[in-house]
């Protein structure tokens, strides 16, 4: 990564290894996954996070612009990479995010109460679409200073890996953006996963009991349950992330408690 041109041969190279560590230390739904409806898979943090150590890069810290207004939270986010070998720049990402943003700043009210005594301005009823099937929902607004540190937070995620794609010319292989999309936006061309395609199928492997250090960890089962139900709500990895850093302090799915379960589920489901 100095200042020498690469050939052919090194970018075939660099983009080879990507594949590698995708296959080899990277699993599908925790460090990337994948859409319904595209073909390519989206990148995750803990996937970037990956994908820089490979090639070992560093993330400089964050650089913040406070854009907001008395109406509205809006963080503009700028992540650079330095290479820990030469100490060059290699590359760099923005991200913004914004409490305007259609998934921020509407929330379901708590009880039909709240909906009823709620501003006219300040509530709506919305179509959405789940699989075939739509349906009309009520929505308040929400309140911008609840969710000040979850604009943050997504800014600068989206900083980070839209770096990380470009030091690592890895945007051929991963999209970021469409996750970030709401489920009505998505494509809905059927296109087969390029990671895991549904005409090879694994075989189950048998079910190993949890280790006694880990007894409060929910099972496999129960945690792909958790990811059917948030995944089919249209809720983005980023929102499940943050709300695993509140809830269990980690943004590992995999790290739920069984006293914390159903309760994130039930968040998960509305």
Partial sequence: MG????????????????QEVMKAVMQKDTHYGVIPGCKKPSLWKPGAEKLLVTFRIAAEE?????????DCVRYRVSR?????????????????????????????PVCDEEWVGELEDRKREVWKRSGKDTFK?????????????????????????????????????????????????????????PIDPPQVKKKAEPKKAAPKSKGDVIS?????RFYAIWNGSGKTRDEVEVKLMEVIGSEDDREITTDKYESLCEWAAN
């Fill in 137 to 193: 929902v009520r929505q308040v607004r929400t309140q911008k200073a609840d969710i000040a540190n979850t604009i943050l937070k997504m800014a600068d995620k989206r900083a980070y890996i839209g770096m990380t794609l470009v030091v690592t010319a890895a945007s051929d292989i991963f999209t970021q953006d469409i996750e970030d999309l709401p489920e009505e936006m998505r494509p809905t061309d059927d296109g087969a996963d």
């Fill in 220 to 224: 496999e089962p129960r945690r792909k």
């Fill in 62 to 70: 964050p650089k913040i612009e406070d854009l907001s207004t008395p």
């Fill in 3 to 18: 200042n020498e041109l690469m050939t052919a041969t090194d970018v075939r190279a660099q983009v080879n290894l990507i």
């Fill in 80 to 108: 650079t990479g330095r290479s820990i070998v030469t100490g060059v720049e290699v590359g760099a990402g923005v991200g913004e995010c914004s409490s305007d943003e259609e998934k921020y700043k509407w929330r379901k």
